[in-house]
């Protein structure tokens, strides 16, 4: 009964939370262009992987610009030199199970395009390393400024840093001393040392094949809150930009391929929805998810969620009910309603 009670279908529960945690939670709602709830929404929190939809415009962009082509070939062998084992739960070897059994291996080299689906629908974080790497920081970093999100961070490659607590960590330094440490670095050093360490993944000086990352929660809850962060705005900016075709037309119709997956995974979504394009991210502390919707009457929608500082059980419980809060939010105008009344 006290698990009944406690993990239910209860989509107001995601109010709650909300309500109960401003510090620490932002929600962005649109309809149809307009802004219907923006609760702390102008907020920088911790993105997790959902900063790969910025990575993904600039691929789009380069793409139409004929920097780089889809369909050019990529060794896996390249892609392995990012990949850590036991830490991006499963998804990059997911990824290459599904690519197996689509055929989309030949000669040990998959397309590029592959890559950056497996970066988005599968958020492998080795494709996404090997593509900020490739498409270069400077050039996201200056997209991100083109597109006037104005409180999104600088990206840096987000798989390195993981090395970042072993390299700076000397001989019989203790966690406290080591967290201190890690706490002590401004963020342009943390993110010019994640880039020399993706250097050194790159080369093979860092052999990510042969390492085995154990770090305890309070040195993984130090990487987590310096992950690249960004506002619900920004995202729900950038939202829009994919759901209006505003982005030129082979930019546009590549970031529709990538971020549409849900359409082409469940087949049920075409009985309600025109579209649909989502990317969340998570740590053991944070839980966000950004979408964007069209229903088959031509009403859009942007959803951005972001959650941080999670415990399990805040974790756990946003997890369950989220579907159903999404779910709600887009079939009932009541509901919304009842949303933009209890945060507004």
Known sequence: I???AL?????????????ENPQTSSFYLAENGEPVVTYQSTITRPLASTV????AIEYAMQVEENIIQKDSKVSLDELNRFYIKNTDGGAHEAWLDAIKRDGGIENNEVSLHDVAKGMITYSSNANTEYLINLLGIDAINKRKLALGLAQHE???PIVSALFIPEFIKKDGMSEKELINALNDMSMEQYRTLAQSLSLKMQTGEIDASETTLKSSPAVQRVWS???IGASANDYGKLLALISND???SVAAETMRDLMEWPMQLNKDNHKRYEHIGAKGGSTMFVLNDAMYVENLKGDKYEIVLLF???NFIERLLLNTNWNSFESK??????YRDKVRDELN
């Open 2 to 4: 006290a698990a009944f």
């Open 225 to 227: 809150d310096r992950l």
């Open 308 to 310: 941080d500082d999670l």
């Open 154 to 156: 600088d990206v840096y």
């Open 7 to 19: 993990f239910r279908d209860n989509p107001d529960y995601i109010i709650k939370h909300l309500k």
């Open 52 to 55: 790969k939809i910025l990575i």
């Open 329 to 334: 939010l887009l079939s009932s105008a009541e």
């Open 246 to 248: 505003e982005l030129p």
